[in-house]
């Protein structure tokens, strides 16, 4: 069975761009979590969709936004991007309607640089 | 001050070496703890996963909390140059994982 997959796995982008990342998860799930990952904050939960319905967000800005299509493919969208936004944005899918560490699994991630 | 604290090392040791990795936290709620492999150019993925106090064990990996002192850890015996990658540490006060808070990684290599 396929993993997750996310598209692109590389992107630059410049200040004040808008920038769109997608996301595939596995066959059969339905419920798709993003996370950013820096190097001085770790990893952190941006929001989580279920049959595209945004149930659960984090603490970051409406510049980050998501949403989830009917075949449970994802998509995020960061606004006016900042310097700070550069991270690998993280997309993780999992087969229940709540998403336990047992099972869910990450893909690899876009590395984001905003320069 | 961040409420799960995790040393990022960079932390080298030779082959064969016990291997312990460490994090501390701060919030008493905290009852679900797990630990995430990460290869470089990978997602993480789930290594171990406890809840409340106590040790468990999966081969190699040995995992402990202990809630009085806020502090868990993670044991790899026998340690391979396979198991090089950053290790995450995570927890939680509820089940769902969308409540987890991570430590920043520790970086490992395995020297042969």
């Known amino acids: 069975k396929a993993g997750v997959t996310q598209t692109p796995r590389y992107l630059i982008k410049t200040r004040g761009q808008q920038v769109t990342l997608s996301c595939s998860p596995i066959?059969?799930?339905?419920?798709v979590s993003w996370y950013q990952q820096t190097p001085g904050q770790g990893l952190q939960f941006l929001f989580e969709y279920f049959s595209e319905t945004q149930r659960n967000k984090g603490n970051f800005p409406g510049r980050f936004s998501g949403r989830q299509f009917s075949n449970s493919r994802s998509e995020m969208n960061v606004s006016t991007l900042e310097l700070g936004d550069s991270a690998l944005y993280l997309c993780?899918?999992?087969?229940?309607?709540?998403?336990?560490?047992?099972?869910?699994?990450f893909g690899p991630g876009t590395r984001l640089t905003v320069l | 001050q961040k409420e799960v604290e995790q040393d990022p090392g960079p932390l080298s040791v030779p082959e064969g070496a016990i291997v312990s990795l460490n994090c501390t936290y701060s919030n008493s709620a905290f009852q679900y703890f797990m630990w995430y492999r990460q290869y470089s150019r990978k997602g993480p993925e789930l290594l171990m996963y406890t809840y409340s106090s106590g040790n468990k064990e999966d081969g190699r990996f040995t995992a402990q909390v202990d809630k009085s002192s806020k502090y868990i850890s993670l044991f790899i015996r026998d340690s391979q140059p396979s198991d090089s990658a950053t290790y995450l540490c995570?927890?939680?006060?509820?089940?769902?994982?969308?409540?987890?808070?991570f430590g920043q990684g520790t970086r490992l290599t395995i020297n042969p």
């Open positions: 066959s059969g799930h339905r419920s």
């Open positions: 995570a927890m939680s006060a509820l089940q769902g994982a969308q409540k987890l808070v």
């Open positions: 993780a899918s999992s087969p229940r309607d709540r998403i336990l560490p047992d099972t869910q699994y």
